[in-house]
């Protein structure tokens, strides 16, 4: 067994021989009881209100943008420490800003001890009728966060791990550590309800990363007090609101690890020539382009995390020996797309941003990396950056590398693409993402493609290769023309 008791079977253990020990507080054992915790192996709630998407502002100074929640249906197993959450959602267009039109998304979420992945339903033509299992390692402190800061999960975990109380207010705050790094810090009201729960889970981009659940007007749910409304805030923002409107107590929730989520997916780098000197690392949902210089090269997106940059440093360290990485261009601030940046400032690169991304990424650096340290948490190291407006040059006297605003793109507003002009090549991310090859066009042009079309159009930039950073292959500037509904013969 692992030693950490943050572990499904450990934790169980715990909670099946803890007892109302006289060392523990008062206020505990009676909030449990009111939450009718004992007798409670699982539970389901249900709600609807808001969703936010994490780490995805389009600007560094605003909150994470907002989804309407059709539904939001919870299952949580505390013996077994598993979970599943079923999500119904459509994104809310802030006003001013041109997004693609709403649809109804459903997100299938699934954890398991030290397993979490995603369960994707297949297309309505597809050869293999059965739910698509997609891994997702990086969601698994989440996820066992919100299983352990859920009340009757706080309750559980307090009890088991003979919690510390203070007298707060009327209440108590209760206190408790799990697997030895992961601190939880509940609040209970003079009623001996839980009001709050702070945690802190790790971020590529974050570091120690705060997680605060909060619980108002409690409701006798078939015998069990609940919050009917709950809000959770992570890094600073909201990132779910609803109102309960169903619990239900004991219901069978049997979660079994699907064999493709038991092992965690290797991270793949793929070196494409696109040019003499030019690489298109791609290997995973997110890519990077590497740009061979005289003496240096040039890496355009650190995406994900570290364990992307560093396959992405090991494979350039194969295909271009010898030479160090000089620069890093980051296309914009969502976290997916900066999250391996730390790693190239531990490797010696310095950071190229749009100028509003400098202060952001100067400012969240300084948070601690305690849970999970990092090499740049390690070592420490200065980050350098070069950050710009409008228009930004790298050259080494032979080859120019240039990188402009991407202007009015409502996906971003430090936002950049880089060209190429001797190879005629574009790089750009989420502005525009190829399908695969002889997938039916979108009926409704998708804004940010139109906007990226404008910009290409207005520097008058010759396009003839599009290397986008999400998507299956390399497109054309035709390709990016069909896919916004120009037709080739009004070129």
Same mark, same amino acid.
């Given at each position: 067994?692992?030693?950490?008791?943050?572990?499904?079977?450990?934790?169980?253990?715990?909670?099946?021989?803890?007892?109302?020990?006289?060392?523990?507080?008062?206020?505990?054992?009676?909030?449990?009881?009111?939450?009718?915790?004992?007798?409670?192996?699982?539970?389901?709630?249900?709600?609807?209100?808001?969703?936010?998407?994490?780490?995805?502002?389009?600007?560094?100074?605003?909150?994470?943008?907002?989804?309407?929640?059709?539904?939001?249906?919870?299952?949580?197993?505390?013996?077994?420490?598993?979970?599943?959450?079923?999500?119904?959602?459509?994104?809310?267009?802030?006003?001013?800003?041109?997004?693609?039109?709403?649809?109804?998304?459903?997100?299938?979420?699934?954890?398991?001890?030290?397993?979490?992945?995603?369960?994707? &339903?297949? $297309? /309505?033509? =597809?050869?293999?009728?059965?739910?698509?299992? +997609?891994?997702?390692?990086?969601? #698994?402190?989440?996820?066992?966060?919100?299983?352990?800061?859920?009340?009757?999960?706080?309750?559980?975990?307090?009890?088991?791990?003979?919690?510390?109380?203070?007298?707060?207010?009327?209440?108590?705050?209760?206190?408790?550590?799990?697997?030895?790094?992961?601190?939880?810090?509940?609040?209970?009201?003079?009623?001996?309800?839980?009001?709050?729960?702070?945690?802190?889970?790790?971020?590529?981009?974050?570091?120690?990363?705060?997680?605060?659940?909060?619980?108002?007007?409690?409701?006798?749910?078939?015998?069990?007090?609940?919050?009917?409304?709950?809000?959770?805030?992570?890094?600073?923002?909201?990132?779910?609101?609803?109102?309960?409107?169903?619990?239900?107590?004991?219901?069978?929730?049997?979660?079994?690890?699907? &064999?493709? $989520? /038991?092992? =965690?997916?290797?991270?793949?780098?793929?070196? +494409?020539?696109?040019?003499?000197? #030019?690489?298109?690392?791609?290997?995973?949902?997110?890519?990077?382009?590497?740009?061979?210089?005289?003496?240096?090269?040039?890496?355009?997106?650190?995406?994900?995390?570290?364990?992307?940059?560093?396959?992405?440093?090991?494979?350039?360290?194969?295909?271009?020996?010898?030479?160090?990485?000089?620069?890093?261009?980051?296309?914009?601030?969502?976290?997916?797309?900066?999250?391996?940046?730390?790693?190239?400032?531990?490797?010696?690169?310095?950071?190229?941003?749009?100028?509003?991304?400098?202060?952001?990424?100067?400012?969240?650096?300084?948070?601690?990396?305690?849970?999970?340290?990092?090499?740049?948490?390690?070592?420490?190291?200065?980050?350098?950056?070069?950050?710009?407006?409008?228009?930004?040059?790298?050259?080494?006297?032979?080859?120019?590398?240039?990188?402009?605003?991407?202007?009015?793109?409502?996906?971003?507003?430090?936002? #950049?693409?880089?060209?190429?002009?001797?190879?005629?090549?574009?790089?750009?991310?989420?502005?525009?993402?190829?399908?695969?090859?002889?997938?039916?066009?979108?009926?409704?042009?998708?804004?940010?493609?139109?906007?990226?079309?404008?910009?290409?159009?207005?520097?008058?930039?010759?396009?003839?290769?599009?290397?986008?950073?999400?998507?299956?292959?390399?497109?054309?500037?035709?390709?990016?023309?069909?896919?916004?509904?120009?037709?080739?013969?009004?070129?």
């Amino acid at each position: 067994m692992h030693r950490s008791l943050y572990t499904a079977a450990a934790l169980a253990v715990a909670l099946s021989t803890s007892s109302c020990s006289s060392l523990q507080p008062l206020s505990l054992h009676l909030a449990s009881d009111a939450a009718g915790v004992d007798g409670l192996r699982s539970i389901e709630f249900s709600g609807t209100g808001r969703w936010y998407q994490f780490g995805q502002a389009p600007n560094p100074d605003l909150p994470w943008p907002p989804f309407h929640l059709k539904n939001y249906t919870a299952d949580i197993d505390y013996d077994t420490a598993s979970a599943r959450v079923q999500i119904t959602r459509s994104q809310v267009i802030e006003p001013g800003r041109n997004r693609p039109a709403p649809v109804e998304q459903k997100a299938d979420q699934y954890i398991s001890g030290a397993t979490a992945w995603n369960l994707a &339903q297949p $297309a /309505a033509n =597809a050869a293999n009728p059965a739910p698509v299992v +997609n891994p997702q390692p990086a969601a #698994v402190e989440e996820r066992r966060a919100e299983i352990w800061a859920s009340p009757q999960g706080f309750l559980k975990a307090a009890l088991a791990h003979h919690a510390k109380s203070e007298t707060v207010d009327g209440g108590a705050e209760v206190s408790f550590s799990l697997g030895g790094k992961y601190r939880y810090v509940g609040t209970l009201n003079a009623k001996n309800q839980l009001t709050s729960v702070k945690t802190w889970i790790d971020n590529p981009v974050l570091g120690d990363t705060l997680v605060e659940t909060y619980y108002s007007d409690y409701k006798d749910f078939g015998g069990i007090q609940f919050p009917s409304h709950i809000v959770r805030n992570q890094g600073g923002y909201p990132v779910l609101d609803i109102n309960v409107s169903s619990v239900k107590a004991n219901p069978r929730v049997d979660i079994s690890v699907p &064999q493709e $989520a /038991a092992k =965690a997916p290797k991270v793949l780098v793929n070196a +494409n020539k696109l040019a003499n000197g #030019v690489y298109y690392l791609t290997g995973g949902t997110h890519h990077s382009v590497a740009i061979e210089q005289t003496d240096h090269i040039v890496v355009i997106e650190a995406p994900l995390n570290e364990e992307r940059s560093q396959a992405v440093i090991a494979k350039l360290k194969e295909t271009i020996p010898g030479k160090p990485i000089k620069y890093l261009i980051n296309t914009h601030a969502h976290f997916d797309h900066a999250g391996g940046l730390r790693t190239f400032v531990d490797e010696g690169a310095t950071i190229v941003t749009h100028q509003p991304n400098q202060a952001y990424y100067q400012k969240i650096w300084t948070n601690p990396h305690s849970i999970h340290p990092d090499r740049l948490a390690k070592s420490n190291k200065p980050a350098n950056f070069e950050s710009f407006t409008g228009k930004r040059v790298l050259t080494d006297g032979k080859r120019s590398i240039e990188i402009h605003s991407l202007a009015d793109n409502s996906h971003n507003d430090a936002f #950049v693409l880089v060209y190429l002009p001797a190879e005629k090549i574009l790089i750009e991310a989420d502005a525009y993402t190829p399908l695969a090859a002889n997938a039916p066009l979108p009926a409704v042009p998708n804004p940010y493609s139109v906007n990226l079309y404008e910009n290409i159009q207005k520097l008058k930039l010759d396009v003839d290769q599009i290397a986008a950073l999400h998507g299956p292959r390399v497109a054309t500037l035709a390709d990016l023309r069909s896919a916004i509904g120009i037709s080739r013969a009004s070129r």
